[in-house]
C-alpha cells in the first residue's frame, strides 16, 4: 500500500523509447526536403555501422535510445561515432599528407622552379580546412573510455578539449604558408631585398590590414604617413593635390615607406579606393622597434630610401 509520507519503489520515470527511429518520428513528412533533411541530420547522429559504437553501447536498443538523446537534447553536436566524423578523420589524414608534401615542398629550394606558385595555393587552402578542423573538434563529443560513456554537454566537451587537445591542434592550425607566402612578397620589395628571413617573418606578423571600400579616402596629401602601406586585394587611384589622376595601384603595390625611417616624410597625393580593397600596414612605430637589433639594415634602409627621394621620378605618393 503507498503512504505519500514514504517513498515507494513503485514511483519511478519509465522511458519508453519507440520502434521508429528518432528522425522517423521528429521529422515528418515524405518528399526530397524531408528526406534531405534525415539524410544531413543523420550524418551527426550515432551510427549505426560504426563499429566502435557496438564496444559502447553493447545493443541497438541502446543506440537507439543514444540517439534519442542527441537529437532531441544536443542536436547541434556532432556524435564522435557519426558518419560526418568519420568522413572527416579521414579527410584530415589525407589533408595532412598533403599539408605535409606542400610545405616541404614550399620551404625547399626548388620553390619557384617546379609549379610555380601552385603548391602555395594548394597549401593556402589546406590550412584553412586545418583551421575549420579546430571548430568540428570543438563541436564533437567526447569518448571516456573509462567510463564507456560518450559525453555530449557542450560545456564538458570544450572544457576538456580545451584542457587536453586545444594546444596540440591550435599548433598544427598556425597558418604557416600565409606567413611564408607574405614573407616572400614582402621579400620582393627593393628596399627589403636580401633581409634574414627570421627578420622578415617578424616583420609580416607585425602587419594589420585595413579594409577599405569603394570610394574611400586611403591617404590625403600634406599629411604625415604612419607607415608602409602594401595593397593586398583591390585597386586604388593616386590623385594630385590638384586632384588629376596620375595613376592605379593594384595587388602588390606599395607607398609610404618613407614614413618608415624618418617623420618629415608628408604625402603629397589623394590614394583613393576604387575597388573595395585589402591594405596591409607596418607602423612605423612598430618597425622601429623591431629594427632595434639591426641598426646597420635600417640605416642602409633609411638612406636607400632618402636617395630614391631625391629623384623626381621615383617620388613616394
Not at 108 to 118: E, I, T
Not at 194 to 204: A, F, K, T
Request: aromatic fraction near 12%; glycine fraction near 6%.
Amino acid at each position: 500500500m503507498y503512504n505519500k509520507d514514504q517513498e515507494s519503489y513503485y514511483d519511478h520515470r519509465c522511458l519508453i523509447v519507440p520502434q521508429k527511429d528518432v528522425l522517423q518520428i521528429d521529422i515528418v513528412g515524405g518528399g526530397f526536403i524531408i528526406g534531405f533533411k534525415r539524410w544531413w541530420n543523420d550524418l551527426f547522429l550515432l551510427s549505426y555501422s560504426d563499429r566502435r559504437a557496438w564496444l559502447y553501447f553493447t545493443s541497438s536498443r541502446n543506440m537507439h535510445l543514444e540517439r534519442f538523446k542527441q537529437y532531441r537534447q544536443y542536436r547541434n553536436r556532432i556524435h564522435p561515432f557519426s558518419k560526418f566524423r568519420n568522413i572527416w578523420d579521414c579527410l584530415m589524414v589525407h589533408v595532412f599528407i598533403l599539408h605535409t608534401i606542400a610545405f616541404h615542398h614550399n620551404t625547399s629550394v626548388l620553390f619557384g622552379k617546379v609549379f610555380h606558385m601552385f603548391f602555395y595555393y594548394v597549401a593556402l587552402c589546406v590550412e584553412l580546412i586545418v583551421i575549420a578542423d579546430l571548430v568540428v573538434n570543438l563541436e564533437t563529443g567526447i569518448i571516456d573510455s573509462q567510463t564507456k560513456r560518450i559525453i555530449l554537454d557542450t560545456k564538458q566537451g570544450i572544457l576538456n578539449y580545451c584542457c587536453t587537445k586545444l594546444f596540440l591542434h591550435c599548433g598544427s592550425a598556425i597558418p604557416l604558408q600565409w606567413i611564408m607566402l607574405l614573407s616572400k612578397r614582402i621579400a620582393r620589395l627593393p628596399f627589403f631585398s636580401g633581409w634574414p628571413p627570421e627578420l622578415m617573418q617578424q616583420i609580416v606578423l607585425a602587419l594589420t590590414q585595413n579594409i577599405f571600400l569603394t570610394g574611400d579616402i586611403v591617404a590625403e596629401p600634406w599629411m604625415s604617413g604612419d607607415g608602409l602601406m602594401i595593397v593586398d586585394v583591390g585597386e586604388l587611384a593616386v590623385y594630385s593635390a590638384q586632384e588629376h589622376e596620375t595613376g592605379h595601384l593594384i595587388d602588390g603595390d606599395y607607398f609610404g615607406e618613407l614614413s618608415l625611417v624618418t617623420d618629415k616624410e608628408v604625402r603629397m597625393s589623394y590614394v583613393i579606393a576604387i575597388t573595395s580593397c585589402k591594405v596591409l600596414i607596418l607602423k612605423k612605430t612598430v618597425f622601429r622597434i623591431l629594427m632595434r637589433d639591426h641598426a646597420d639594415l635600417f640605416s642602409r634602409l633609411r638612406l636607400q630610401l632618402m636617395q630614391k627621394n631625391r629623384i623626381p621620378e621615383h617620388q613616394t605618393v
